[in-house]
């Protein structure tokens, strides 16, 4: 342990507890201690319980600074990417070039982007959802209505001279609902309570094709921003996205679209017909939406500068680039591997972590690593590794991670987000500003909470006090969403109920939120939320049982339901 100027402060508590306890004793044992008495002043006595001091001060001071790092062992354990940072994301629009002489473009989830250059870094981000690319943009947005009906009209152009819709190859279109809070998810709230159906019409014709509202569908945006580890926890990331990254929520894919080949236009119109008029003040705008569109996340493999393990010291940085400290920072190890060498012949070895004990069940080599989170003097995070195994040689450490870009994407401006890898015919920009970096700090007082929740049970988190310190244990302290969502949130009731499903009853859970809309921006956040909430709370049940959720708004007296959802939980 390194001298500092706390080592003074924990020697004179520690001369004083000593002073406290020689008092009694002496006071309760006279004649068995006589030279414990202060006044003696014998100088040997006094430098033993001075020596005394320091060692125990010492041992303190040690088990004090320790603490973090064995709660944050422990919640490594339990919870193996609770610690890491959560990095920034944004939404990331795409298009063809006019120039490219394909018809379509296929962009999986995971393909990389880069922005341009920050002090000689290019921040790399990875798209979370397919895109399939085609020659289409959206020309008009506006609103309509007729005797009955409220319409939502998107007007669709094929950027391309030489084609028209008979060359559209596509079954389905996705659409992205925008960024802004209010409009996006009122938009979605009437998408999934009040579509009629959707008409698609063409220019010159009069034939329209009319879509039921079965059509629409939110089913295939469920992909994760970072992929869970295992022990169930996944179901709180779903919370943390709708915090920290509500966008990802914001699309919807219109499907049936196979018929657009029987028609030979230029453009089509897509109309969302609605038995109820949109809130007042609600006005779409063509910046609002976008058909190719998916969130990217700051998030990349990259491998670590080698280390020279020599066995003299017990902990060793990990440096991505020694040379520029800031431009990234590691999420997490995925591979740790030494490379060593024995009369000429190059050995290998993989070292396993020591919080998922896969060393215990090696035959080959009982070997592991475990790794430290530090703060330097700047308050900068990194991440210390120290090595445990059966001989003594020095080893070349080669780590793979996976890195963010830290604080560096929130430098970003919109478009700056521009390039991407193997794909020359697309142009693509980000439509918002990178978020910043979430970082959980790891103290004492963190590993006792989470402690003291880990026996929840299904039943235990459906009470407003137990749900409530779970997402306070889960969810940054000052995080704005878990501020409103627990002052808007008055009760909570359950009761158990039956349902048929797949010609089998099943018994499950009625849950009904009673929630304050007035504290949210409108009442399509309290639908989105619910949206979210019945799929968390899904994740708690059995696989042969369901959650149903409703959410009751307690000022508007409006009743969200969004049906029953099967469990996931596996049986033990």
Known sequence: MDYNENNLAYFQKEMAYLDETRALFIKNFPKVAPFLDTKSKDPDVESIIENMAILTSRIRQELDENIPLIAESLINILMPSYTNPFPSVCMQEFALRDDFSEKKEFIPKGSIIESKPINGVACKFQTIYDVNLLPLKISKA?????????????????????????????????????????????????????????????????????????????????????????????????????????????????????????????????????????????????????????????????????????????????????????????????????????????????????????????????????????????????????????????????????????????????????????????????????????????????????????????????????FLALLNAFMLPDDEFLKKFSSSLHEIKTKQIHRVDGGFAKRGVLCIFYIDESEFESLGNVYVLGINLAKFLSKFASINSFCELKIKCVKSKILFDYGFLSGTKELV
């Open 142 to 466: 506006f609103m309509s209505n007729n005797k009955s009906d409220y319409l939502l009209n998107l007007n669709i152009s094929i950027t391309k001279d030489e084609l028209s819709t008979k060359e559209l190859d596509t079954n389905f279109l996705n659409l992205y609902l925008g960024d802004n809070i209010y409009f996006s998810s009122t938009l979605l709230m009437w998408l999934k309570n009040y579509l009629k159906f959707i008409v698609i019409s063409f220019e010159d014709s009069d034939e329209e094709i009319k879509l039921g509202a079965d059509k629409l569908s939110l089913d295939e945006f469920d992909e994760a921003l970072i992929n869970s580890d295992e022990f169930g926890f996944e179901a709180f990331e779903l919370i943390k996205e709708l915090s920290y990254f509500s966008s990802k929520l914001n699309f919807i894919r219109i499907n049936g679209l196979g018929f657009l080949k029987r028609f030979d236009a230029k453009s089509f119109n897509i109309k969302f017909v609605f038995s109820k008029d949109m809130p007042n003040g609600y006005v779409p705008r063509l910046e609002y939406f976008s058909l190719f569109a998916t969130p990217a996340i700051n998030l990349f493999a990259k491998g670590a500068e080698p280390i020279q393990n020599n066995n003299k010291r017990s902990e060793y940085r990990i440096f991505i680039d020694r040379s520029n400290i800031n431009a990234y920072e590691i999420v997490s190890i995925t591979k740790v591997v030494a490379h060593s060498s024995n009369n000429e012949k190059r050995i290998l070895k993989n070292y396993k972590s020591f919080e998922r004990f896969e060393f215990l069940n090696s035959q080959r080599s009982k070997d592991y690593y475990f790794v430290s989170n530090k703060i330097d003097m700047k308050l900068n995070s990194y991440k210390e590794i120290s090595f445990f195994k059966n001989d003594t040689k020095e080893q070349t450490v080669s780590i793979e991670t996976l890195c963010c870009n830290g604080d560096l994407p929130t430098s970003l401006k919109l478009g700056e987000i521009n390039k991407i890898q193997n794909h020359q015919g697309v142009v693509t920009k980000n439509l918002t500003i990178p978020t910043s970096v979430k970082r959980v700090n790891v103290d004492g007082n963190l590993l006792w909470r989470l402690v003291s929740i880990l026996s929840f049970s299904y039943q235990s988190i459906l009470n407003k006090g137990s």
